[in-house]
């Protein structure tokens, strides 16, 4: 398991916008697929923004389109979610991961059977969206 560590979560007001950030250990990224997941409580891991290996493109679910922004530093070899107009249904850990097979972005966003199988998983930052 590839060591990520995420920054950036915290607490913040229905249409506030945070930027989480993951620190990876050196790894380069353009050999990975790499993405954003987030659990809220009681509900299974969904993948909130993803960039595939294979097509070089990223996806998001409806559920944030036009809302979240994925980027990434080759150079820094980190990754980040900017997330704007946030809602209180967005709230939950937010983890960051990433792959070494060639993996398409959707199908590092949606496919659950591959998310215990990634090459690493970061411990998680808190996201709390509430007045």
């Known amino acids: 398991q590839l060591p990520l560590v995420e920054s950036g979560g915290g607490l913040v007001q229905p249409g506030g916008s945070l930027k989480l950030s993951c620190a990876t250990s050196?790894?380069?990224?353009?050999?990975?697929?790499i993405g954003w997941f987030r659990q809220a409580s009681g509900k299974e891991r969904e993948g909130v923004s993803c960039f595939g290996s294979l097509d070089e493109i990223t996806y998001y679910p409806e559920s944030v389109k036009g809302r979240f922004t994925f980027s990434k530093d080759n150079r820094k070899k980190m990754f980040y979610l900017q997330m704007d107009g946030l809602k209180p249904e967005d709230t939950g850990v937010y983890y960051c991961?990433?792959?070494?097979?060639?993996?398409?972005?959707?199908?590092?966003?949606?496919?659950?059977?591959?998310?215990?199988?990634?090459?690493?998983w970061g411990r998680g930052t808190q996201v709390t969206v509430a007045s």
């Open positions: 991961a990433v792959e070494g097979r060639l993996t398409s972005a959707q199908d590092m966003c949606v496919r659950a059977d591959l998310f215990s199988d990634m090459d690493g």
């Open positions: 050196g790894i380069e990224l353009d050999y990975y697929s």
